[in-house]
């Protein structure tokens, strides 16, 4: 049984930062990509970003790029999310999710495996 649970999220300014976590268990990890989802309220859940956990591949989404990044711990079977340079729009409910395969079918197909979420928000 695959186990995600997010930690790092909170209130922070614009402009500051915030770096959430993933910890995974359940089983080895070597074939799957990780990654981010998020959704505010009122919208569809958004990709963020993923990584793939064996050749460390990434990719972000739009809204992301340039200002978020994504890495793993392998050792401690952890993905980080780096979110830099925050926003009032990036205020929402952040999800770790999990599938197996390539970071493409990350993106395309809707990952299997969630966690509850971390609810970030952003001040102006």
């Known amino acids: 049984q695959v186990q995600l649970v997010e930690s790092g999220g909170g209130l922070v300014q614009a402009g500051g930062s915030l770096r959430l976590s993933c910890a995974a268990s359940g089983r080895t990890f070597s074939s799957y990509a990780m990654g981010w989802f998020r959704q505010a309220p009122g919208k569809e859940r958004e990709f963020v970003a993923v990584?793939?956990?064996?050749?460390?591949?990434?990719s972000y989404g739009d809204s992301a790029k340039g200002r978020f990044t994504i890495s793993r711990d392998n050792a401690k079977n952890t993905v980080y999310l780096q979110m830099n340079s925050l926003k009032p729009e990036d205020t929402a409910v952040y999800y770790c999710?999990?599938?197996?395969?390539?970071?493409?079918?990350?993106?395309?197909?809707?990952?299997?495996?969630w966690g509850p979420g971390t609810q970030v928000t952003v001040s102006s």
């Open positions: 990584i793939s956990w064996s050749s460390g591949t990434t």
């Open positions: 999710a999990a599938r197996e395969g390539l970071v493409y079918y990350f993106v395309r197909d809707r990952p299997r495996y």
